[in-house]
């Protein structure tokens, strides 16, 4: 069974930054073909943030992080990033990271359901 094991997260400041990183185990990295980053605040639902189709490069991202996070791969280590930059109290949440395997077929890159991989998630809190 493929693992995702989240790390970075913690308490800033708005308008600091933050690096979280997700590394997968059990598995040949190359196989986890979409990798993406979710998060969840308390009342609302699960909000695809970040999300790249290794294959072609394909990206999906929120408007409301837009030219603030980044999500880069790095097949040497098995993991993903999740860069966050000018942070938000907004971008309280916990977040998580999913892998799925195979073609990505044009759905949504950010909606939860086309992922089969997750992690336990990591906390972030930004403090106004």
């Known amino acids: 069974q493929v693992h995702l094991a989240e790390s970075g997260g913690g308490s800033v400041q708005a308008g600091g930054s933050l690096n979280l990183s997700c590394v997968a185990s059990?598995?040949?990295?190359?196989?986890?073909?979409?990798l993406g980053w979710f998060r969840k605040a308390p009342g609302k639902e699960h909000e695809g943030v970040a999300a790249?189709?290794?294959?072609?490069?394909?990206?999906g991202l929120a408007d409301s992080v837009k030219g603030r996070f980044t999500i880069s791969p790095d097949s040497a280590k098995s993991t993903v990033y999740l860069h966050m930059n000018n942070l938000k109290p907004e971008d309280t949440a916990e977040y998580f990271c999913?892998?799925?395997?195979?073609?990505?077929?044009?759905?949504?890159?950010?909606?939860?359901?086309?992922?089969?991989?997750w992690g336990q998630g990591t906390q972030v809190t930004v403090s106004a």
């Open positions: 999913a892998a799925a395997e195979g073609i990505w077929t044009g759905s949504p890159l950010l909606a939860p359901r086309t992922y089969t991989f």
């Open positions: 059990n598995t040949d990295f190359e196989n986890l073909t979409k």
């Open positions: 790249i189709y290794r294959r072609t490069g394909a990206l």
